[in-house]
């Protein structure tokens, strides 16, 4: 997904955005398959849901410089080295994370 303005290319799932929308996923690994490129910013947001009922905000982004915890929110810094623009497979442990 490309774009001038990267707040409007974006993907949600599910399509409606209500608190009783979920995708109802059980798994402990989450892969994501996707291409950095070098001089483009990509935010990765997952909102997760933790058995106690408590909503996480998972972000992974080159644009973070550091590891940040808060009590309702993770964010991971994603680094590329160079101009490495080849297609890249993140696999999370969501119970390891959590």
Request: charged share 15%; with cysteine.
């Amino acid at each position: 997904i490309r774009g001038l303005v990267a707040a409007q290319n974006f993907l949600q799932f599910p399509a409606q955005s209500t608190s009783s929308a979920a995708l109802g996923l059980t798994g402990r690994l989450l892969y994501i398959l996707f291409r950095p490129m070098f001089d483009k910013h990509f935010y990765v947001h997952l909102d997760l849901f933790t058995s106690e009922r408590a909503q996480i905000r998972l972000s992974i982004s080159n644009g973070y410089r550091e590891f940040k915890i808060t009590q309702t929110s993770i964010q991971f810094p994603y680094m590329t080295t160079g101009t490495d623009i080849h297609w890249s497979v993140l696999c999370l442990d969501l119970h390891m994370i959590l």
